[in-house]
């Protein structure tokens, strides 16, 4: 079953979601995405590579919302049996001085070419496991502070060790964001010099041999938002791993901070957006960390419509998307209208179908689609009631949102209860729906189907972003403030539009700014230059598109960080 995958050296990416099919549910959103796109890009490229994540048998969760706007969360379980194949193997780890038991899955991940990439779904669901232990790896972020590092143990050590049971041979660990990071305490305890070899003072562990086997992207502009564990409960949970000193230089004095671990055991290590590179680069003084901004994959991505347009007009572009950059000059303005009435038809439909509410096909539709939670500011096109009414009463539009909140984000949830309040308070002046439950098929369809896409973010906290380089494939401009990649993609009236300035903390006249944009700029554009408003279509395609895509991004890792 191995054998396709094992004759040759690989590469293997970790990542504690992946988002690999609609009917999976081992993802929760923009990182899982991400996941899944740089292996449907391998596998495209035929890239060597292995991916390990975790089974998360109960997904993260379903959310229903109810009449409030009050989220519930129901679990969002599957059958791995479906999909994947068990693996033969099995390894122990020593959690909590109990013997836990991981074994895997092996999904096979199909391009839509030739390709076929290994991924590795981590599992504690074992009989010969503790009742307690089995559900490890059952929820996605599930569970408490304990639970996580569990979770990150069976990533780290468990995916390191299967790898190596299951017989892959690994010439370099990509860290996709820092859950994974005990994989490179492994590899220290694993290339450590032998006791006796040793002169008195001597380190037994070769770092340099470790760093050159790993990579590291990091993903959280912040630091709160970093993974932190107290060493209380890394010795309550891990042992004693590895030594005291050596864990403590190498992840912090006060608490294990994964992303540090990262940080110090990794070779290369990259932002993923320039602005975030910049900001982290300023978080973690001493380190070099490159930029590689993110991308989509084009496949994925495209609509039907327009992939059925680029293929008659660009063809190969699925493969080179960098031939999009011809779309500004090859695409009729009929065309790509046409291909837009088609995606904005659809999404109508599956609105209706889902939350009983008829969308206009001639009104422009704005769409935000995201995690719900505070530094999005899902709220703030609502800053301001009246003025939003007052441009409604002039430009008729549209608009549609969605997202989940973390279980244990409060804050997130009352956004999503003051999203329904003020749909209820503009009833008579704009439509607008959100839409509970979404996933990878319900953004496909709204980046595609809506007229421009919004994401209003509190600078710098957006490392990157990606639902808007999904819109760009479908020739949908953003309206965006100015943080992670729409700093690099922005032309202002060229492939969208930005909302306040680029400085990175300054947020003070964002709503302003984006009520000038709108009433100003983006409505009367699309109301009155219908010509002048395709253009922006084609430019998002042609200067957004064609850069912004995971094949690009792909080739950047495999030509900076794997091949050293
Ligand atoms: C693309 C995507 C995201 C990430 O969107 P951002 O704009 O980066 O916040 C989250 N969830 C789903 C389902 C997605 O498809």
Redesign the pocket.
């Known amino acids: 079953m191995l054998d396709e995958f094992i004759h040759e050296p690989r590469i293997a990416y970790f990542s504690m979601e992946i988002a690999l099919h609609n009917d999976m549910p081992t993802y929760s959103?923009?990182l899982g995405?991400l996941a899944g796109d740089t292996l449907r890009s391998a596998a495209d490229m035929e890239l060597p590579m292995v991916a390990v994540t975790l089974v998360s048998r109960s997904g993260y969760f379903q959310q229903q919302v109810d009449d409030s706007g009050h989220q519930l969360e129901n679990p969002d379980g599957w059958n791995p049996a479906q999909w994947a194949t068990p693996l033969t193997a099995k390894i122990a780890l020593t959690i909590e001085h109990r013997t836990v038991w991981v074994g895997g899955w092996l999904y096979i991940l199909k391009g839509h070419m030739n390709g076929r990439q290994p991924i590795i779904l981590l599992d504690t669901d074992f009989a010969e496991n503790q009742e307690e232990d089995r559900q490890i790896t059952n929820q996605l972020y599930g569970g408490d502070d304990a639970n996580r590092l569990k979770q990150e143990m069976v990533l780290g050590l468990g995916g390191i060790r299967l790898l190596q049971a299951s017989g892959f041979e690994i010439r370099q660990y990509h860290m996709n964001e820092g859950h994974s990071a005990l994989l490179a305490l492994e590899l220290l305890q694993r290339y450590a010099y032998p006791q006796e070899n040793l002169r008195p003072g001597e380190s037994k562990y070769d770092l340099p041999r470790v760093r050159e086997l790993c990579c590291f992207t990091t993903h959280t502009p912040v630091e709160a938002g970093h993974d932190r564990f107290s060493y209380d409960l890394v010795y309550q949970i891990m042992g004693e791993f590895i030594e005291t000193n050596t864990l403590k230089q190498l992840a912090g004095e006060e608490s294990l901070n994964m992303t540090r671990l990262a940080l110090n055991l990794s070779e290369f290590v990259n932002g993923v957006a320039k602005r975030h590179a910049q900001i982290s680069r300023t978080m973690f003084p001493g380190y070099h960390v490159r930029a590689i901004t993110n991308g989509v994959h084009p496949f994925t991505w495209s609509c039907k419509s327009f992939r059925q347009l680029f293929d008659n007009q660009l063809p190969g572009w699925c493969h080179e998307p960098e031939l999009l950059m011809r779309a500004d000059c090859c695409l009729s303005n009929q065309e790509v209208w046409q291909a837009h009435q088609q995606a904005k038809q659809d999404l109508i439909e599956d609105i209706e179908n889902l939350v009983s509410v008829r969308l206009d096909a001639e009104l422009p539709c704005f769409g935000f689609a995201?995690?719900m939670t505070a530094y999005k500011r899902p709220d703030l096109l609502f800053s301001d009631l009246n003025r939003l009414k007052k441009i409604a009463s002039r430009f008729p539009f549209q608009v549609v949102l969605a997202g989940k909140a973390h279980p244990r984000d409060e804050g997130g949830k009352r956004l999503i209860e003051s999203i329904y309040q003020h749909i209820e308070e503009l009833a008579d002046t704009v439509t607008i729906v959100f839409l509970p439950g979404?996933?990878?098929e319900m953004?496909k369809k709204l980046v595609a189907g809506v007229d421009v896409w919004l994401?209003t973010p509190l600078r710098p906290m957006e490392a990157?972003?990606?639902?808007?380089m999904?819109a760009a494939f479908n020739g949908v401009p953003n309206l965006s403030v100015l943080d992670g990649w729409w700093i690099e993609g922005c032309i202002e009236g060229v492939t969208g539009w930005a909302i306040g300035n680029s400085d990175a903390t300054d947020n003070s006249n964002d709503a302003a700014s984006l009520y000038e944009k709108l009433e100003n700029k983006v409505l009367p554009l699309y109301y009155h230059e219908r010509d002048a408003w395709i253009a922006v279509m084609k430019g998002a395609i042609a200067k957004n598109a064609s850069v912004f895509n995971s094949h690009r991004m792909m080739r950047r890792y495999a030509t900076e960080a794997y091949i050293r």
């Open positions: 959103g923009g995405v995201r995690r979404y996933d990878m953004a994401n990157s972003g990606t639902s808007g999904k």
